[in-house]
């Protein structure tokens, strides 16, 4: 009989293999994207390599703001909702989601599952090449057919998200902490926005912690190290505003954070794709005092 236990946040391959047999609930999604300037296609790679079953969670070009030319928005409840029901989610679906880095992107869709109420939801910890890489069956060629549409009704949670005006308020305030994701070097402005056109620097106040420090191997580090790097920024009971260059890593820190305990974390969607364009938003590359 399938657990009622809710999900862990974060769940191994093993963990997966042995739900994927007993718990018929259990929904995958490779939440796989990349860059640009990579030339590498999330979607293209899912369909050439995946974990079996697993449905290809588009959060760049389908499940997104079509609206805006910020890349890859959170979309409204209606929007995400039809999405979700066109790959199969139910109401008391369990959601894992994983990507073809190790832990990279499928955190976004992690969070963007929350914010909608999507609350039985899981990160794959080490994603698709831990997955391979313990042994288990990879799925290619054509994907199977979604059997069927999904229940599930979208509620979204506004405290998850942040708008440019929220963390404008956070620059001055002495118990919110803006953590930016971005490498050392973009956030004090020594290197150059892969995106063409964005100043260099960072908010005002804000704190660096490169996404990346938080992973070992495609594996989000041990919980206790997590706890430590951020605390060494802010204490549990602060707010947090995740950001880092369009809203994607800034949810590799949310959901770090999220394991550590840390209970009012939100991240900016805009983040430095919005905040770096133009001249009407503070920017600063100092240290923070």
Same mark, same amino acid.
């Given at each position: 009989?399938? +657990? ?7 769940? +191994? ?23 640009? #300037? ?15 079953? #697993? ?13 805006? /030319? ?38 976004? #869709? ?38 069927? /549409? ?51 620097? @960072?908010?005002?106040? #804000? ?11 495609? @594996? ?37 954070? @999220? ?11 805009? +983040? ?7 001249? /009407? ?9």
């Amino acid at each position: 009989m399938p +657990s009622s236990t809710p999900m862990p946040a974060l769940v +191994s391959v093993e963990w997966l293999a042995d739900a994927l047999q007993s718990d018929p609930r259990i929904v995958v999604l490779d939440a796989s994207w990349h860059m640009p #300037a990579t030339q590498r296609d999330g979607e293209q790679e899912w369909l050439q390599k995946r974990i079996p079953g #697993a449905r290809f969670f588009d959060f760049d070009r389908r499940i997104c703001d079509r609206e805006t /030319s910020l890349p890859h928005m959170m979309p409204d409840a209606s929007l995400f909702t039809s999405e979700a029901q066109r790959l199969g989610i139910h109401k008391d679906s369990r959601v894992v989601v994983y990507d073809s880095i190790g832990v990279q992107t499928s955190p976004r #869709a992690w969070w963007m599952l929350q914010s909608m109420g999507l609350t039985d939801s899981a990160v794959l910890n080490g994603g698709l090449p831990v997955w391979q890489a313990a042994g288990y069956a990879i799925g290619t060629g054509e994907p199977d057919s979604v059997p069927g /549409s999904g229940d599930f009704v979208a509620s979204f949670r506004p405290t998850r998200i942040s708008d440019w005006r929220e963390v404008l308020l956070a620059t001055t305030s002495a118990d919110t902490r803006i953590v930016d994701a971005r490498s050392a070097d973009r956030f004090y402005g020594r290197a150059p926005e892969p995106r063409p056109g964005l100043r260099g620097g @960072h908010m005002p106040g #804000a704190c660096n912690l490169p996404f990346d420090s938080l992973i070992d191997k495609g @594996h989000l580090r041990p919980v206790p190290e997590l706890t430590l790097a951020l605390q060494a920024l802010a204490p549990q009971d602060n707010r947090l505003i995740a950001t880092c260059g369009s809203g994607v890593t800034a949810c590799v820190v949310a959901f770090a954070a @999220h394991l550590a305990g840390y209970r009012n974390v939100s991240v900016y969607d805009g +983040s430095w794709a919005e905040w770096g364009a133009g001249d /009407s938003l503070p920017v600063t590359t100092a240290p923070a005092s």
